[in-house]
T-cell receptor
Framework: DVKVTQSSRYLVKRTGEKVFLECVQDMDHENMFWYRQDPGLGLRLIYFSYDVKMKEKGDIPEGYSVSREKKERFSLILESASTNQTSMYLC???????????FGPGTRLTVL | AQSVAQPEDQVNVAEGNPLTVKCTYSVSGNPYLFWYVQYPNRGLQFLLKYITGDNLVKGSYGFEAEFNKSQTSFHLKKPSALVSDSALYFCAVRGYNTDKLIFGTGTRLQVFP
């Protein structure tokens, strides 16, 4: 079974803190993705990585950065957390091509 | 531009009845379509996909989806709903010339005993 794991299920941070969300996959997938999920808005892509050290902005990259130093690991960084970044964050991975994405369990982040 | 629409925020159905969750799409080129399900406080689980071939696609947990090119639709169906099917369902389309997926806003399915 494909496993995508995320470092925390729940996280509470203060405004202005630097926040790291980590995602690890064990299926040697080339692609990795970070989404945020908000009620009524569905899933919105923050960043996409198609190879180590390669990244592409998604629909809502402002306020976020990413790092992919190893193939299995993709980190999402909130440089200075703000209350409007309170959300559910989902990581996913896939092989390149017409392939389904596999999702982690999600991290519910609350910024106070 | 690629897009996908789920016109219903919520669908209610009685257990044992057939269910349909609707999805329409707009694409450049051939459509590559996916359905996912999300149970409470969980990530998304892949149900099925249409890449090419038969218009009726069978997937996990007894679900199937019908691809209709003339109506640009990809509706999710199940002949007999279970209470345990109650969840949030997302339709997605692959972007043009990219591996990124574009997701709909989701439809909450509620199956009543």
């Amino acid at each position: 079974d494909v496993k995508v794991t995320q470092s925390s299920r729940y996280l509470v941070k203060r405004t202005g803190e630097k926040v790291f969300l980590e995602c690890v996959q064990d299926m040697d997938h080339e692609n990795m993705f970070w989404y945020r999920q908000d009620p009524g808005l569905g899933l919105r892509l923050i960043y996409f990585s198609y190879d180590v050290k390669m990244k592409e902005k998604g629909d809502i990259p402002e306020g976020y950065s990413v790092s992919r130093e190893k193939k299995e690991r993709f980190s999402l960084i909130l440089e200075s957390a703000s209350t409007n970044q309170t959300s559910m964050y989902l990581c996913a991975s896939s092989f390149q091509g017409y392939n389904e994405q596999f999702f982690g369990p999600g991290t519910r982040l609350t910024v106070l | 531009a690629q897009s996908v629409a789920q016109p219903e925020d919520q669908v209610n159905v009685a257990e044992g009845n057939p269910l349909t969750v609707k999805c329409t799409y707009s694409v450049s080129g051939n459509p590559y379509l996916f359905w996912y399900v999300q149970y409470p406080n969980r990530g998304l689980q892949f149900l099925l996909k249409y890449i090419t071939g038969d218009n009726l696609v069978k997937g996990s947990y007894g679900f199937e989806a019908e691809f209709n090119k003339s109506q640009t639709s990809f509706h999710l169906k199940k002949p007999s709903a279970l209470v345990s099917d109650s969840a949030l369902y997302f339709c997605a389309v692959r972007g043009y010339n990219t591996d990124k997926l574009i997701f709909g806003t989701g439809t909450r399915l509620q199956v009543f005993p």
